[in-house]
């Protein structure tokens, strides 16, 4: 099945646990996704980025000074170096020594627990390609035998969709929108996405409608406010992604 086939074969929940378990937690631990399990999610985001030595890993910033003990760029260092590092500490002490994992260890835990996964590619700046490609190929080996989980690749960054539809154009696709830039439609449907993940305050009836006439399925992030979450049910969106996996039942 190619990505463009996936529209009408839609698996994923709609409710997703951001970085794992949004805030309760360390973003992008092992440790957030299993606080999320406990919440009820079955399904999580998560950012994928390449050390300097080719390991995809989960962070979400450039740096790593706001959630390690490490500093400076955090693709500029091998796996050995950040591998060591606290991930944990910074957001409590009960969460002191949780490390970064790779997205090979993630796609083991989703796959023991029977949850999906979207992958949020963030390259370096400057390696958008090759970390398309990297996840890629990382996510198309280890879901090759898992294939009704197969998770949803994301970006914001053209490139990073381009490097993964590349290298592996039977895993679905999704374009990341802060804004309505000219040419978003043109760009998803060239690189074959099967959806629109957008700041959620970008979608009303007409741009909801406007996606699916194009045959692309909606999702929206961030959105942690009763009042945000039901105006987007009324939509119908296809995907809901919250740091508020204690406010939000899963399954409502």
């Not at 091998?78 to 490390?99: C, I, P, V």
């Not at 074959?192 to 409608?209: K, P, Q």
Request: glycine share 10%.
């Amino acid at each position: 099945m190619i990505a463009g086939d996936r529209p009408g074969n839609w698996p994923y929940p709609r409710w997703i646990a951001h970085r794992g378990a949004g805030k309760l937690a360390p973003e992008n631990t092992l440790a957030a996704f299993r606080l999320g399990a406990e919440h009820g999610y079955r399904m999580y985001e998560c950012d994928a980025k390449l050390s300097a030595d080719g390991v995809v890993f989960l962070l979400h910033d450039a740096t790593l000074d706001r959630t390690t003990n490490g500093s400076g760029i955090a693709g500029e260092h091998d796996w050995a170096t950040l591998s060591q590092l606290d991930a944990g500490r910074w957001h409590s002490h009960a969460f002191a020594g949780e490390a970064l994992p790779t997205l090979a260890a993630v796609a083991r835990h989703c796959q023991a627990h029977g949850h999906w996964l979207n992958i949020e590619i963030k390259p370096t700046p400057g390696t958008e390609l090759a970390t398309g490609r990297a996840v890629a190929q990382l996510a198309a080996q280890a879901w090759a035998r898992d294939p009704e989980r197969t998770p949803l690749l994301t970006s914001f960054q053209p490139d990073a969709l381009r490097g993964a539809k590349e290298t592996a154009p039977q895993l679905p696709r999704g374009l990341l929108l802060d804004t309505w830039w000219d040419g978003w439609l043109g760009v998803a449907h060239s690189l074959e996405c099967v959806a629109i993940v957008c700041n959620h305050a970008l979608w009303d009836a007409a741009t909801v409608a406007r996606a699916r006439e194009a045959g692309l399925r909606t999702l929206a992030y961030t959105v942690n406010d009763e009042w945000a979450a039901q105006r987007l049910m009324d939509f119908g969106l296809d995907g809901i992604i919250t740091d508020r996996v204690d406010l939000f039942p899963p399954g409502r």
